[in-house]
């Protein structure tokens, strides 16, 4: 069994930082890409922001210079911090986690059951 497990969204006020952090558990052989996505009402779910095994990251245009992912090889474990927040940034954000949970398989997309993010202006 394998979970993707987000924490640390909540509300703040426009200006404002939070930090996210997910953890991926259970049987896992390796990691490759993790990443960040956000969906807001009445929207399709987009891409926040990527991180590579190697540490290679990919921001979207609209969170350029505000937000800053980060990832712990050992623990499994994906951050993303998040300043000078505004209401558009409002949405469910989704943990996303590229892994292969034995060496003769191939990798699978699994995701977190999401954390809402509240920006008030």
Known sequence: ??????????????????????AASGSIVSINAMGWYRQAPGKQRELVASITSSGRTNYADAV?????????????????????????DTAVYYCNADMRRTWYSSSIDYWGQGTQVTVSS
Request: with cysteine.
């Open 64 to 88: 350029k210079g505000r937000f800053t992912i980060s990832r712990d090889n050992a623990k499994n474990t994906v951050y993303l911090q998040m300043n000078r927040l505004k209401p558009e």
């Open 1 to 22: 069994q394998v979970q993707v497990v987000e924490s640390g969204g909540g509300l703040v006020q426009a200006g404002g930082s939070l930090r996210l952090s997910c």
